[in-house]
């Protein structure tokens, strides 16, 4: 029973991991970090992404740009590249990682000592992965509501929204980090190798080997 609770942690560990990290990816890359409406033109609206602006319109349809310059965009903006990319880094390592040391590989069964300190190890950088995605998305977001409530800005001027791409970088880091909660749990439920029966069996042989010793000594 204990077996199949901790391979079940390990699926759905694995699983939460798997998808918060190809979310965590396609959020670094979808232009929508923000959105813009524009009230005198209904028929137009800006996003805003990581790595370039695009404006959508109805009868020309999308068009994007990428940003220029990297110095040239916002701070938060800057930080969140590099975030993000870290980010997707660890998640895939974790990946590879934790997917050595799970019960259902059949490499290194006689190893389960090192088995258990990869999946450890694939769930601490898992969980490390999600929290590096949910501080860039975080702090746009913060940025994102300072704008928009900013008193010293006229009310005739646009402000940027919540976009899609930070909802699902919310959800991205937080089954990175549930994903390597369960794998790192999992593998601190798993039993102590069990060294005891090795040694009853070699006592036993022992013991069998030296009668029949005494008992050759004896036989003229």
Known sequence: MALVF???MQSVGLFLSLLGWVLSCLTNYLPHWKNLNLDLNEM?????????TCVIQEEVGKQCKDFDSFLALPAELRIARVLMFLANGLGL????????GL??????QR???????????????????????????SWVAHMTVQEFWDKTIPDIVP??????????GWFAGFSLVL???LLHCAACSAP??????????????DHCQQLEMKHGNLEP
């Open 6 to 8: 901790r391979t079940a």
């Open 44 to 52: 137009e609206n800006w996003t805003m992404g990581l790595w370039r």
């Open 93 to 100: 390592l974790g990946l590879l990682v934790s997917g050595f």
């Open 103 to 108: 019960d259902c590989l059949r490499i290194g």
């Open 111 to 137: 190893q389960q000592d090192l088995k258990k300190r990869l999946l450890i190890l694939g769930g601490v950088l898992l969980w490390t992965s999600g929290l590096t995605a949910l501080v860039p998305v």
């Open 159 to 168: 402000r940027w929204e919540f976009g899609e791409a930070l909802f699902i």
């Open 179 to 181: 994903g390597g909660c």
């Open 192 to 205: 102590a190798p069990r060294a005891s029966g090795h040694y009853v069996v070699a006592g036993m042989q």
